[in-house]
Nanobody, 127 residues
Framework: QVQLVESGGGLVQAGGSLRLSCVAS????????MGWFRQAPGKEREFVAA????????HYADSVKGRFTISRDNVENTVYLQMNSLKPEDTAVYYC????????????????????WGRGTQVTVSS
């Protein structure tokens, strides 16, 4: 399995930007599809964005399309989530996930089976 550690969360005003990072350890990172999910208080964890193992394919939730960008650096074993034009409804704990040999569309389905997860980083957007 891949071990994942997220960072970059914080408090930001509406309209601002943050960049989240997820550093992976383990030999399977470069063959893993990576994803970002988020969970707001009292709500279920939901898909945000995914990127294929070579970075050629990406997939986004409709709620973040055009505002968030996922990218990865397979040399640095890191996946990023650039978040622009943040809204108060983006407030949540953001989690990084990894899974081998699945498509970005399959990553968008929320499941814990066959995936590695980080512990999350808090993002708070004030109005």
């Amino acid at each position: 399995q891949v071990q994942l550690v997220e960072s970059g969360g914080g408090l930001v005003q509406a309209g601002g930007s943050l960049r989240l990072s997820c550093v992976a350890s383990g030999r399977t990172f470069d063959s893993s599809t990576m994803g970002w999910f988020r969970q707001a208080p009292g709500k279920e964890r939901e898909f945000v964005a995914a990127i294929s193992w070579i970075g050629g394919s990406t997939h986004y939730a409709d709620s973040v399309k055009g505002r968030f960008t996922i990218s990865r650096d397979n040399v640095e074993n890191t996946v990023y989530l650039q978040m622009n034009s943040l809204k108060p409804e983006d407030t949540a704990v953001y989690y990084c996930a990894a899974a081998r040999w699945i498509t970005v569309q399959e990553m968008s389905i929320m499941t814990t089976a066959g995936r590695s997860w980080g512990r999350g980083t808090q993002v708070t957007v004030s109005s």
